[in-house]
């Protein structure tokens, strides 16, 4: 009878845990709370220290969140770790070391398995470092420098931008690619660009723009990344343009001839390009069907797209 009452107990708690999914970070007092679908609300964190960019372990059994001060003066960073009461099970320091330089600012925590626990720092308004630790040791794992980081359904691969200058014109800030810091689109940025190692792991230097006439041509941008199911690859639209320098006007005017592709890119796969991919004013995703089909959606209507086995796109059909 004990040992039945106990286990009701012990489900109920997991129960509980289950259902208060949500946590918020309240702007009024910088602390983590836990919130219920009908509106209970219970604090998790309590000051002096802010907090910020809670995420809950896979099993629900702990809550990993970011812990600063409003002065990095008074306190050192860290990665927290909490029971679903708000007791604390480990705390790891994210302050420079003589090895790395730190982490002022996590924006997002991510548990990806049981022996990594990832998190995405902002560095300036153009480069972010992603890490990834060892929850058991606070060992520092892997570096990478960019941001958009993404990673693939499995949690094997890495995709995101490389580092770009900040602040700097378009000509020095076109996108590219990284998997697990090989760059793997586009292919003038693969040959064209050198790797240097730092404190933050490697980073890609500025690749050359070729420049024609005054003209800087084939200048890349791009977004967001979607994996495909298998995890070998990833597609995103990719919007090119060349531009000229306009004298005392915004950097947006020297803009010309834009085009958008629909692109597929991995490692050791040959990249695989669609032009004419048509701009989408409203908001707009990639839907994975299957390995090999994928949807462009736009608003209320979506286009179909396959790979064929040698791994080159086409159109298949639009979607009303």
């Known amino acids: 009878m004990r040992r039945e009452i106990i286990l009701a107990i012990g489900l109920q708690a997991l129960s509980l845990v289950a259902v208060a999914q949500s946590l918020e970070v309240s702007p ?12 209970k609300r219970e604090q998790l964190t309590h000051g002096p220290q802010n907090a910020n960019a809670p995420a809950w372990s896979a099993d629900h059994a702990s809550i990993a969140y970011f812990r600063y001060c409003p002065l990095p003066a008074q306190c050192d960073p860290a990665l927290v770790m909490v029971d679903p009461s708000g007791k604390v099970l480990k705390e790891f320091s994210l302050a420079a070391t003589s ?17 990594r626990i990832g998190f995405h720092c902002h560095i300036n308004p153009s480069l972010g470092e992603y890490t990834t630790m060892d929850p058991s040791s606070g060992q520092m794992l892997r570096h990478w420098l960019g941001f958009a980081f993404t990673w693939s359904p499995d949690k094997s691969h ?39 190692e730092g404190p933050h792991g490697a980073r890609l230097e500025m690749h050359a723009i070729e420049k024609w006439g005054g003209l800087y041509r084939n200048i890349h941008e791009f977004g967001q990344f979607f994996w495909a199911p298998d995890s070998k690859k990833a597609a995103f639209i990719d919007r090119v343009y ?31 390009t669609l032009p004419d991919v048509k701009s989408c004013n409203s908001q707009s995703r990639i839907e994975w069907r299957y390995d090999n089909e994928l949807d462009f959606v736009c608003g209320a209507g979506s286009t179909r797209y396959v790979i064929d086995k040698a791994g080159i796109l086409s159109e298949s059909k639009r979607i009303p």
Not at 101 to 112: E, Q
Not at 259 to 272: E, H, P, Q, T
């Open 99 to 115: 090895d790395w330089d730190g982490c002022g600012a996590v924006m997002k925590i991510d548990f990806l398995d049981s022996r």
């Open 242 to 272: 060349d531009w000229k320098e306009v004298e005392n006007q915004p950097q947006d005017v020297g803009e010309q001839n834009v085009r958008r592709f629909l692109v597929i890119a991995g490692l050791g796969i040959k990249s695989s």
């Open 158 to 196: 890495i995709a995101h931008h490389g580092w770009i200058p900040h602040f700097s014109p378009p000509f020095a800030h076109s996108s590219y690619l990284q998997i697990d810091d090989q760059t793997v689109y586009p292919p003038e940025a693969i040959t064209g660009a050198s790797v240097s």
């Open 28 to 39: 009024q007092d910088q602390q983590i709370w836990l919130a219920w679908p009908d509106g």
